[in-house]
T-cell receptor
């Protein structure tokens, strides 16, 4: 079956502009995660959804970052007034459920470059 | 605080064995994951341990000691395609994954 997909694969934007990143999880996966990975570094947890709810938003770096999920399916991560330090690969992952030892399946990521 | 430690980089020879160590400190514990990430690609799942002991899966094995907060990933019969970063992640009491920075494994012929 289809894996996790993300769009766009690459995004170049000017400082101060807003960007929207999209994630389509594996069908039937109720949990969805967003991570940020800077070049040569590990994964930085941003937010996760169980269904359409986000129980833990503590990982969002600032109030410029927001995320939503609808229909227990697609999710969008929005970054307002982008800054150069936002440049990174944004990875989305999904799993069967959030509250259990289920492996996360990752999408290919969106590479964001803020100029 | 919560923390994962693993070596930044390791080098090994094709055909040999390598052990990548990981120590963790988390608020509660619900298991330890290992993922493989090739350069420019997304991480892919390798193993999950929640009980003490060794889990073997082909050329790859993963070990866990809960009392020591320690895990290792053992790769046997190394192949060039095993060159990648290996990410250790511990699941805390809220079932949130705490990720290490990854170990870059370089395989030499």
């Amino acid at each position: 079956g289809a894996g996790v997909s993300q769009s766009p694969s690459n995004k170049v934007t000017e400082k101060g502009k807003d960007v929207e990143l999209r994630c389509d999880p594996i069908s039937g996966h109720t949990a969805l995660y967003w991570y940020r990975q800077r070049l040569g570094q590990g994964l930085e947890f941003l937010i996760y959804f169980q269904g359409n709810s986000a129980p833990d938003k503590s990982g969002l770096p600032s109030d410029r970052f927001s995320a939503e999920r609808t229909g227990e399916s697609v999710s969008t991560l929005t970054i307002q007034r982008t800054q150069q330090e936002d440049s990174a690969v944004y990875l989305c992952a999904s799993s069967l459920e959030a509250g259990g030892p289920y492996e996360q399946y990752f999408g290919p990521g969106t590479r964001l470059t803020v100029t | 605080g919560q923390n994962i430690d693993q070596p930044t980089e390791m080098t090994a020879t094709e055909g040999a064995i390598v052990q990548i160590n990981c120590t963790y400190q988390t608020s509660g514990f619900n298991g330890l994951f290992w993922y493989q990430q090739h350069a420019g690609e997304a991480p892919t799942f390798l193993s999950y341990n929640v009980l003490d002991g060794l889990e073997e899966k082909g050329r790859f094995s993963s070990f866990l000691s809960r009392s020591k907060g320690y895990s290792y990933l053992l790769l046997k019969e190394l192949q060039m395609k095993d060159s990648a970063s290996y990410l250790c992640a511990a699941m805390d009491s809220n079932y949130q994954l705490i990720w290490g920075a990854g170990t870059k494994l370089i395989i030499k012929p």
